[in-house]
């Protein structure tokens, strides 16, 4: 069974500290990796997205990375601002589109 | 601009009685989808169309329909809606790769449905 599980499930920093966030899938085959940012009450939004190839890819603040091997994503966040609070969604695509797995979600809060 | 828009945003009904929530989007995509989000659970596919006239079961397809007469148009329809249908839904809307991989999908504003 296609799984998607992200850690931690939530996460309190200060405004302008990094944080990283952790996405394990274990997806057959794999097509792609997005990360959505969903603010509270809105549907959510594309940030980047991990083709197999793709190591890392940088969003500005937001950095990607894609380890296709041991089936790992982290989505590194630098110098966090207020407006980085949200749920953060990893998203995986296998065996063409209608394959899409969800991950529950870590939601961040960044307080000053 | 280009939108997905669903419709109500925000809807209390009772049990039995027939709902439906629109989706429209209008960017000419091809594939679109609706979604439930249960706190802990995250979203949940519940019906996805690959182009007009062409629809299939998600992951909790049970209680729902739906139908694409229209490539711009996936409404959400629930015949007899119970407690448990209580959720937020989603719609969304992507374009199809010509390597058949999904493209971005962009999401509706969400609806707030309560189920008395």
């Known amino acids: 069974k296609n799984q998607v599980e992200q850690s931690p499930q939530s996460l309190i920093i200060l405004e302008g500290k990094n944080c990283t966030l952790q996405c394990n899938y274990t997806v057959s085959p794999f097509s792609n990796l997005r990360w959505y940012k969903q603010d509270t009450g809105r549907g959510p939004v594309s940030l980047t997205i991990?083709?197999?190839?793709?190591n890392t890819k940088s969003n500005g603040r937001y950095t990607a990375t894609l380890d296709a091997d041991t089936k790992q994503s982290s989505l590194h966040i630098t110098a966090s601002q207020l407006s980085d609070s949200a749920s953060y969604i990893c998203?995986?695509?296998?065996?063409?589109?209608?394959?899409?797995?969800f991950g529950t979600g870590t939601k961040l809060q960044v307080i000053p | 601009e280009a939108q997905v828009t669903q419709n109500p945003r925000y809807l209390i009904t009772v049990t039995g009685k027939k709902l439906t929530v629109t989706c429209s989007q209008n960017?000419?995509?091809?594939?679109m989808s609706w979604y439930r989000q249960d706190p802990g659970l995250g979203l949940r596919q519940i019906y996805y169309s690959m182009n007009v006239e062409v629809t299939d079961k998600g992951d909790v397809p049970e209680g729902y329909k739906v139908s694409r007469k229209e490539k711009r148009n996936f409404p959400l329809i629930l015949e007899s809606p119970s407690p448990n249908q209580t959720s937020l839904y989603f719609c969304?809307?992507?374009?199809?790769?010509?390597?058949?991989?999904?493209?971005?999908?962009?999401f509706g504003e969400g609806s707030r449905l309560t189920v008395l």
């Open positions: 960017m000419n995509h091809e594939y």
């Open positions: 998203v995986v695509t296998s065996g063409g589109y209608q394959k899409v797995t």
């Open positions: 969304a809307s992507s374009f199809r790769g010509t390597s058949g991989n999904t493209g971005e999908l962009f």
């Open positions: 991990m083709t197999f190839s793709e």
